[in-house]
């Protein structure tokens, strides 16, 4: 892939203020009311608690993940995609629950069953045991995909990958892989099949992902092989070649630009925090070229 360059004059790598997090953070803080105020759908949201509950500790680096995901929550109560979402759940206890923000995170633990599980192992030497769930049901983030693989595996080297595909061959199973979920087409596993998660399954049913409100840069070296960001040659005074682990979120990949403000990927759209699993070539315009 190739990234177009934004060095500064100076040269150096001091990220610059309006794309520090704090800076965004503030803007938010300050001018929140008076979007609400200007935009009629968002008459519904609840700024309280969202400035209190989650932007102002987070200024201060105060940072409590159940406090954030239930400011969350009481910012989005009356909305009424919060209202038809809880009507939705199945059980009386967890609907009480959030609806008194008793319990802010929305999600479900993993726990690694370590009995009568495949042994894949991540290194040469054989000291790196893959981890591995089973039987733990999948659901895409849209809802319209869900099964129950009989493996879930989440690696984090090539040659762990390697090893995995040839015991599924050699076991007659089908790998398929997943990001954060956000497809809405069945192109993930099935059941009693091999699921790759390249997302820790913690982080991919935590809704909102709390890394997106963590502070810190990335830098994308002393990480796991598949989250390396390493830089190439460069091709032109303005792109540069790329390579990108699989596991690389857009997060991790907005993180590493700021912490290095040197090169950037521009894009026209939302950034959802999937793994970047292509590459591209990309010019100062934004237009994508194969």
Not at 70 to 89: C, P, V
Not at 198 to 211: A, G, I, K, N, S
Request: proline fraction near 7%.
């Amino acid at each position: 892939m190739e990234v177009p360059g934004i060095r500064s004059s100076s040269g150096e790598h001091a990220p610059p203020p309006i794309l520090q997090r704090d800076h965004i953070l503030q803007e938010i803080l300050t001018h929140i009311d008076v979007l609400q105020k200007r935009e009629p759908r968002l008459k519904d949201i609840d700024t309280k608690p969202l400035k209190e509950e989650v932007l102002a500790p987070l200024l201060r680096n105060e940072l409590d993940t159940e406090v954030q995901i239930r400011g969350f929550l009481r910012m989005l109560q009356y909305t009424a995609g919060f209202k038809e979402s809880l009507e939705k759940i199945g059980r009386p206890d967890l609907k009480e629950q959030i609806a008194s923000n008793k319990h802010g995170v929305v999600g479900k633990g993993h726990e690694s069953i370590v009995v009568e599980l495949p042994n894949i192992y991540e290194d040469q030497a054989q000291t790196r045991v893959m981890e591995v769930h089973s039987n733990d049901e999948f659901v895409n983030w849209g809802e319209t995909v869900k099964n129950t693989p009989i493996y879930t595996f989440v690696p984090t080297t090539v040659l762990g990958i390697q090893n995995l595909v040839r015991y599924a061959s050699a076991h007659n199973l089908r790998v398929r892989c997943s990001g954060f979920r956000h497809s809405w087409s069945p192109i993930f596993s099935q059941s009693s099949e091999i699921l790759i998660s390249f997302v820790d399954l913690t982080e991919v049913t935590t809704l909102p992902d709390p890394m997106s409100l963590l502070p810190g840069d990335y830098t994308g070296t002393n990480v796991p092989e598949l989250k390396t960001i390493e830089l190439k040659e460069q091709t032109s005074s303005t792109k540069r070649l790329c390579c990108i682990g699989a596991a690389v979120t857009n997060e991790d990949f907005r993180r590493w630009a700021v912490a290095n403000n040197a090169w950037a990927l521009p894009v026209s759209v939302i950034m959802a925090p999937n793994p970047r699993t292509y590459c591209l070539q990309i010019d100062l315009e934004g237009q994508l070229i194969r």
